[in-house]
């Protein structure tokens, strides 16, 4: 008797353990990051791309959040805000708000891109330097960094128009102070252009890139103004886990210490698979069944302290 007394406090014990456990599991699926969203604004977001922290993949996570509704790309340089974003050719383009243009051209600041990131200048932009010194290094003759041929059609078309007196110019002034030039060319090079703009080292007051003509190289007011970057595609190494989410309405993510993939559901949990199998979640109970247990845990610790 004295046996069967004794033994009830362990069996008491396993119950509760037993009936605790599903607790442990409830972490993993509540996602620390908040929901996870398709769009920011009017631009769709798929995978590598997220709407923030634990969305999309951790790698472009640092550089792309959305913010008030506004697609952001951040670099060492600055915030740019995000035009569009191309997934079948793997291309985004980014605004710069102190780059000049054929209407507004002001004092702007530098542009980089970090060497290790996911993004890469596309050659097909066209970066011009304007109102830059005599002493630039980008008049190097020796560099050969500036293009003397057809690029100073980019110079002409900038400097007739009537934003170049923000800069300090007056409208169709010489072009002897304009440098179109190609900073993939100019990586490592030592001149201070690298992997984008370091405007004070190269002594000009702004820049402009235009990745597109608007079907009328002679108006730069249709000029298409922005900076075309290529992402890398190399990271659809998840692509099967994360079509797989995608198929059962989750948006692809990562989660935990070490970034794990992780399937961000609309109901606002999340899975290492899919979103099937979440029943449960998408119905809104899952807090029932967590205070359903925890209730049966406390009565049963309860009877075991009493009859102890």
Not at 105 to 134: A, H, K, Y
Not at 163 to 173: D, T, Y
Request: aromatic share 12%.
């Amino acid at each position: 008797m004295l046996l069967h007394t004794r033994s009830w406090p362990l069996i008491h014990i396993s119950l509760l353990l037993f009936l605790i456990r599903p607790l442990h599991a409830i972490p993993s699926i509540i996602p620390l990051n908040g929901t996870c969203h398709d769009t920011c604004g009017t631009i769709p977001l798929k995978y590598p791309f997220g709407s923030g922290f634990g969305c999309g993949h951790p790698d472009f996570a640092r550089y792309i959040k959305c913010t008030y509704g506004t697609l952001q790309f951040s670099t060492g340089s600055g915030i740019y805000t995000v035009s569009s974003i191309d997934y079948s050719s793997g291309i985004i383009v980014i605004s710069d708000p102190l780059m000049s243009t054929c209407s507004s051209m002001q004092n702007s600041g530098s542009f980089t891109i970090d060497r290790t990131s996911p993004f890469t200048i596309m050659p097909d932009n066209i970066f011009v330097l304007v109102g830059c010194s005599r002493t630039s290094p980008v008049f190097d003759r020796n560099a050969d960094f500036c293009d003397t041929g057809s690029g100073l059609n980019a110079c002409r078309g900038l400097y007739s128009c009537k934003g170049v007196i923000g800069i300090g110019l007056e409208p169709n002034a010489p072009i002897s102070t304009c440098c179109v030039y190609d900073p993939i060319m100019s990586v490592g090079s030592g001149s201070g252009l690298g992997s984008g703009l370091d405007l004070p080292k190269l002594q000009c007051s702004s820049y402009s890139s235009i990745y597109g003509f608007g079907g009328d190289e002679g108006d730069p007011m249709k000029w298409q103004y922005g900076i075309s970057l290529q992402f890398n595609d190399s990271y659809s190494y998840q692509s099967n886990a994360c079509r797989n989410c995608e198929d059962s309405g989750g948006i692809c993510g990562f989660s935990g210490l070490h970034a794990s993939f992780a399937c961000n559901c609309r109901n606002g949990v999340n899975s290492s698979i899919n979103c099937y199998g979440r029943g449960y979640a998408r119905n809104g109970t899952w807090k029932d069944k967590i205070q359903t247990t925890l209730s049966i845990a406390g009565f049963l610790l309860s009877w075991m302290i009493a009859f102890s």
